[in-house]
C-alpha cells in the first residue's frame, strides 16, 4: 500500500462516493484476503495484550472501535471474525440496542459513557452513540434543535476520551441496497439463520434515502482530527474484514506500545523464588 488505509478509508465526506463491493488498499481476491486478515492476527494479538498489561501498570490508553452501519452491514461478522483474532482478556463488547425507560431519563450520552473501555481494554461498540442522530433524525425521535445539539456533544464527548488516554476507531460499514437484500434473503432461505432476522428491517429499508443522508450528515459533522470517521465498503465480507483488522492493527501500532517495565527487582525476586524453593 502507498498510503496506511487509515489515511484512504476516512477521506470520504458522502456515501455516494464510495462502491460498496470496492477493495480499496487491497489487490487480492477473496481467497487472498482471507489469508492477509489470518496473517494480521498474530501482531494484532500481541499488541493488543501489550495494550491490557500497560493498563495493569497504570497507564491510563485505551481503545474503542466504533462499528456503525445499515442491517445486515455485518457489525456482528466483523465482531467475530476481527474481534476474536484477539485474547478475550481486556476486550469489552457493549451492544447498543432501543433505550430503556432508565436510560431514557438521562442525556443519551448516559449510557455510552458507563460502557467506554477501562484502561488497558479494547472497547467495540456494536452499533453506538450515532443511533441518537441516525434513527433520532430519520424516525423523527427527537426535535431538529435536540439532533443539532447532539453532534457538537458527541464531539465533545470524543474529545474528552482521546484526552483522558484513549483512542477512536470509528468504522461505518458501507453497504448498497442491493447487499442488503441478498443478505436478508440469505438468512430467510436458512433456518440456522432466521432468528437473526427482523421484519421490521424491511419497513427500514424504505428509508433508505433518508438514512444515506442521515449517514452523510454524520460524516460531515462528527468527523473529527481526534476521531475521524473510516468508511468501510462491505458488499464484500471478506474486505470488511481485512480492512477493519488493518485500520485496528493501524491504530494499535501507533500507540508505539512496548512491555511495561516491572514496577519491582527482578533480581531481587528471583533471588526471593530460589530462596523460597
Known amino acids: 500500500m502507498l498510503q496506511s488505509l487509515t489515511s484512504t478509508l476516512s477521506a470520504v465526506s458522502s456515501l455516494a462516493e464510495v462502491d460498496s463491493r470496492s477493495t480499496p488498499g487491497f489487490d487480492g481476491d477473496k481467497a487472498a484476503g482471507k489469508a492477509a486478515l489470518a496473517e494480521l492476527g498474530t501482531e494484532l494479538a500481541d499488541l493488543q495484550e501489550r495494550l491490557h498489561a500497560h493498563g495493569t501498570m497504570g497507564d491510563p490508553r485505551s481503545v474503542l472501535l466504533v462499528l ?5 452491514s455485518g457489525k456482528g461478522g466483523t465482531i467475530e471474525k476481527v474481534v476474536g483474532l484477539v485474547s478475550p482478556l481486556g476486550v469489552r463488547i457493549a451492544s ?6 432508565e436510560e431514557l431519563a438521562h442525556d443519551f450520552l448516559w449510557r455510552v459513557e458507563r460502557r467506554l473501555p477501562s484502561a488497558g481494554e479494547l472497547g467495540v461498540f456494536d452499533r453506538s452513540h450515532y443511533e441518537d442522530v441516525l434513527i433520532g433524525r430519520v424516525r423523527r425521535l427527537a426535535d431538529v434543535d435536540e439532533v443539532e445539539r447532539r453532534y457538537d456533544a458527541i464531539n465533545a464527548f470524543e474529545r474528552r476520551y482521546v484526552e483522558s ?6 468504522c461505518l460499514l458501507h453497504i448498497s441496497p442491493d ?6 434473503l440469505a438468512r430467510l432461505d ?16 424504505q428509508l433508505w434515502d433518508d438514512y444515506q443522508e442521515a449517514y452523510d450528515v454524520v460524516l460531515q459533522r462528527t468527523s473529527t482530527d481526534v476521531a475521524p470517521w473510516h468508511v468501510v465498503p462491505s458488499g464484500r465480507k471478506w474486505y470488511r ?12 501500532r501507533a500507540l508505539d506500545l512496548g512491555w511495561p517495565e516491572a514496577d519491582y527487582d527482578v533480581d531481587e525476586q528471583r533471588a526471593r523464588l530460589a530462596a523460597s524453593s
Not at 68 to 72: H, I, N
Request: aromatic share 8%; net charge neutral.
Open 68 to 72: 456503525q452501519g445499515m442491517d445486515t
Open 96 to 101: 447498543f440496542k432501543r433505550p430503556t425507560p
Open 165 to 170: 488516554g484513549g483512542t477512536v476507531l470509528k
Open 179 to 184: 447487499d442488503q437484500a441478498a443478505r436478508l
Open 190 to 205: 436458512d433456518p440456522t439463520k432466521h432468528w437473526k432476522f427482523n421484519p421490521g428491517d424491511i419497513d427500514e429499508r
Open 241 to 252: 474484514n481485512w480492512a477493519v483488522g488493518q485500520l485496528l492493527l493501524e491504530h494499535l
